[in-house]
Nanobody, 119 residues
Framework: QVQLVESGGGLVQAGGSLRLSCAAS????????MGWFRQAPGKEREFVAS????????RYSASVKGRFTISRDNAKNTVYLQMNSLKPEDAAVYHC????????????WGQGTLVTVSS
């Protein structure tokens, strides 16, 4: 299993920026794709972005494309989410997740980091 620890959340004004980090440890060799998800109070968890460790192929949700950038540092086993032009609707608990190669669902999850955006 891969252990994931997120950091970097906090309070920011609308229009501001934050960078989230997700440090992976444990069986990182089994991880193929890393994703960021978010869940706001009273809402379902939603996909934000993903990246593959090998090749760095990325995907974004329509709501964040052009504002958020996902990246990875393979040497540090760390994935980042740079969030710019933040909006109040971006406020949520952000979780990172790992998906092993060949699996259709993410199978390891972090505890999450809270992002609050003031208007």
């Amino acid at each position: 299993q891969v252990q994931l620890v997120e950091s970097g959340g906090g309070l920011v004004q609308a229009g501001g920026s934050l960078r989230l980090s997700c440090a992976a440890s444990g069986r990182t060799y089994s991880s193929y794709t890393m994703g960021w998800f978010r869940q706001a109070p009273g809402k379902e968890r939603e996909f934000v972005a993903s990246i593959t460790w090998s090749g760095g192929s990325t995907r974004y949700s329509a709501s964040v494309k052009g504002r958020f950038t996902i990246s990875r540092d393979n040497a540090k086993n760390t994935v980042y989410l740079q969030m710019n032009s933040l909006k109040p609707e971006d406020a949520a608990v952000y979780h990172c997740a790992s998906r092993d190669q060949g699996r259709s669902e993410y199978n390891s999850w972090g505890q999450g980091t809270l992002v609050t955006v003031s208007s």
